[in-house]
C-alpha cells in the first residue's frame, strides 16, 4: 500500500522556520521524483520545490529560492523541507508527491498546514 504522510506543519511567527516530512512507504522510494507543493487560501496549487531521485537535481520556485531547501534521505524513504525566513504569504497546505515518469505513477500526500502569522 502506497502512503505519502507529511509531517512538521503548524503555527509559526513572520521570519520563523519550520522543517515539514514526507514519510514514504509501498514504493521504490529511490526512484521517484519527490515534489512539494502548496496551495494557499483562494490560490491555486503550485510547485514549491522538487529533488531528483538520489538528490543530485533540485528546483525551486523563485518566490522560495535562497529561504526553503528540499533534502531527501532515501535510507529513511523520507524527503524534507526546511523553510527559514517564513513569510505571510508562505501560509498554505503543503503537499508531497512522488512521480516516476517510466512507471507512470503519481502519489500525493493528505497535506500539511503551515501557517505563518503573528
Known amino acids: 500500500q502506497v502512503q505519502l504522510v507529511e509531517s512538521g506543519g503548524g503555527l509559526v511567527q513572520p521570519g520563523g522556520s519550520l522543517r515539514l516530512s ?14 512539494w507543493y502548496r496551495q494557499g ?4 496549487r503550485e510547485l514549491v520545490t522538487t529533488i531528483s531521485g538520489f538528490g543530485i537535481f533540485t528546483k525551486y ?3 522560495v529560492k535562497g529561504r526553503f531547501t528540499i533534502s531527501r534521505d532515501n535510507a529513511k524513504n523520507t524527503v524534507y523541507l526546511q523553510m527559514n525566513s517564513l513569510k505571510p ?3 498554505a497546505v ?4 512522488a512521480v516516476n515518469i517510466y512507471e507512470r505513477t503519481n502519489y500525493w500526500g ?6 505563518v502569522s503573528s
Open 94 to 97: 503543503y503537499y508531497c508527491n
Open 89 to 91: 504569504e508562505d501560509t
Open 22 to 35: 514526507c514519510a514514504a512507504s509501498g514504493f521504490t522510494f529511490s526512484s521517484y521524483v519527490m515534489t
Open 41 to 44: 487560501p483562494g490560490k491555486e
Open 110 to 115: 493528505q497535506g500539511t498546514q503551515v501557517t
Open 61 to 63: 520556485a523563485d518566490s
